[in-house]
């Protein structure tokens, strides 16, 4: 078996002095949680921590201390649990993404509103200038998610730092399982991103390897697919080559299965956010 620890939506930074010690209060309560479910074994041994996204609140340009508090936080974690950093998967969500680096650049500006508004991702993923310009929007995030486990990342030399995927063989019955950590925030700028939002064919082919020979795909997203301008194929891509889809965004969590008419299904599980705010 194979057993993780799935959070989201910590927003680091977000809020004043009070909605940050009532960030910490909750981080507590989730550490001395943690802290006794494993000492009285009512849980089983964590393998991963998988973090789907919106770690900090600005991708630390507001505050540069988001991505070393929330570093501290995941340490935290790992040690009351007993997992390596190492064993630590992220991926972006919205509030990671320095949305100054496209207000301050005229021509990226243009770009993304391009992507946004009827191009396809696939140029830009397809791009030197593209994969440049995405990048610097998680310049800081980026640093911070290779200080942990998704520095172990699978994919082309060009778009590693964006998505990744990884293969774990499980201790005892060899089972083949696959971690997908894909990008939905890659065009997120403001509060008008549903429906413009893509993942991109290129993307999910890449990091879900759907003629590889795993055993088990568990996809990762922060946003649902409902958000996305491309979501008919992708939902119909994901059925088809994923068997868990973890994601968060929304903050209310919530578990169901979506059966794809081949007699297998899509488990789809929703984390609900560690600090209560608006996605």
């Known amino acids: 078996e194979l057993v993780w620890l799935h959070l989201s939506d910590v927003h680091f930074g977000q809020g004043d002095v009070r909605d940050g010690v009532l960030r910490r209060a909750m981080g507590g309560d989730l550490l001395r949680d943690l802290r006794g479910l494993a000492k009285r074994r009512e849980i089983p041994e964590i393998d991963l921590v998988l973090i789907s996204g919106d770690i900090a ?3 630390a340009v507001r505050d540069s201390r988001e991505y070393d508090q929330a570093y501290e936080y995941v340490i935290n974690v790992c040690q009351q649990i007993g997992v390596e950093p190492t064993a630590v998967l992220t991926i972006p969500g919205n509030h990671d ?3 100054s680096v496209t207000t301050g650049d ?3 500006r243009r770009w993304l509103e391009e992507l946004r508004n009827g191009q396809t991702i696939e140029t830009a993923l397809s791009s030197p200038t593209g994969i440049q310009r995405l990048e610097s929007r ?3 995030y980026r640093k911070f998610s290779q200080r942990l486990g998704t520095i172990l990342r699978v994919g ?3 778009s590693s ?3 990744w995927s990884t293969v774990i063989e499980t201790k005892y019955s060899g089972l083949q399982i696959r971690i997908a950590g ?7 700028q403001d509060d008008e991103d549903a429906g413009k939002l893509q993942l991109g064919l290129s993307q999910l082919m890449e990091i879900l390897q759907p003629d590889a020979d795993h055993h088990v795909a568990v996809l990762i997203t922060h946003h649902p697919l409902s958000w996305l301008r491309d979501r008919p194929e992708m939902t119909q891509r994901v059925q088809q080559w994923a068997n868990v889809h973890l994601f968060g965004h929304i903050h209310e969590p919530d578990t169901d299965k979506l059966g794809t008419g081949d007699a297998t299904s899509l488990i789809r599980i929703t984390a609900g956010a560690l600090y209560e705010t608006d996605p």
């Open 97 to 99: 993404i320095e949305r």
């Open 106 to 108: 005229d021509d990226v």
């Open 156 to 158: 082309s030399s060009s």
């Open 57 to 59: 609140n600005t991708g």
């Open 138 to 140: 998680l310049a800081n």
């Open 182 to 188: 894909a990008n939905t925030a890659l065009l997120c």
């Open 161 to 163: 730092t964006l998505f």
